[in-house]
């Protein structure tokens, strides 16, 4: 499978403040990744499908202005949780798609004070 | 009704123990189903998957498949304390070139020495 660095690894913020997080697929170029959430004890939530050139498509009931994603190359992509608040702690995720297997990041825990 | 259920445990086992793990599904409409493990403050790395139903072998870790019941099952033989970590079932569809899948919540395992 295909090799993806994800960071920062974890990160703590004050709540209003912007969070951005890197995924990067080291060893593929990747013109599609995925955004997971996953909150404590719960399942792998897609978030968002991050297009390599073009607007990210969003799974229903997530903010599109609130979790910002830009995929400027074919090695990375960015989410940036914008005015962040405690509801907004979580375990964020990347993976890229690779013949019938995803591979994931090392995810990122946001925590938001 | 959830489209995937995982029982998400915690399930604790003495070493060397058989460990069977299940996930049930409700849409018939899956054709690959895959099982990842997720050690604590880490992404999901794949471990087994397999194409419709039957059985799949590799090393200490079988994979079955039952789509007449939409079951699908993870035996770990021989199980080991490094085995202790969260194991989530995933399935997708076969459509076109892009199968993100669906998790199921995790079932949190605990391999005691």
């Known amino acids: 499978g295909a090799v993806v660095s994800q960071h920062p690894s974890w990160v703590i913020c004050k709540s209003g403040t912007s969070v951005k997080i890197e995924c990067r697929s080291l060893?593929?170029?990747?013109?599609?990744m995925f955004w997971y959430r996953q909150f404590p004890k719960q399942s792998l939530m897609l978030m968002a499908t991050?297009?390599?050139?073009?607007?990210?498509?969003?799974e229903q009931g997530v903010e599109k202005d609130k979790f910002l994603i830009n995929h400027a190359s074919l090695t990375l992509s960015t989410l940036t949780v914008t005015s962040a608040h405690p509801e907004d702690s979580s375990f964020y995720i990347c993976?890229?798609?690779?013949?019938?297997?995803?591979?994931f990041g090392s995810g990122t825990r946001l925590t938001v004070v | 009704q959830k489209e995937v259920e995982q029982d998400p445990g915690p399930l604790s086992v003495p070493e060397g123990a058989i460990v069977s793990l299940n996930c049930t599904y409700s849409?018939?409409?899956?054709?690959?189903f895959m099982w990842y493990r997720q050690y604590s403050r880490k992404g999901p790395e794949l471990l087994m998957y397999?194409?419709?139903?039957g059985n799949k072998e590799d090393g200490r870790f079988t994979a079955q498949v039952d789509k007449s019941s939409k079951y699908i099952s993870l035996f770990i033989r021989d199980s080991q304390p490094s085995d202790s970590a969260t194991y989530l079932c995933?399935?997708?569809?076969?459509?076109?070139?892009?199968?993100?899948?669906?998790f199921g919540r995790g079932t949190s395992l605990i391999v005691h020495p």
């Open positions: 993976s890229v798609q690779r013949g019938y297997g995803y591979t």
């Open positions: 060893d593929f170029q990747a013109t599609t």
């Open positions: 991050s297009n390599e050139g073009s607007k990210a498509t969003y």
């Open positions: 849409n018939s409409a899956f054709q690959y």
């Open positions: 397999t194409y419709s139903s």
């Open positions: 995933a399935m997708s569809l076969a459509s076109g070139g892009s199968y993100i899948p669906t």
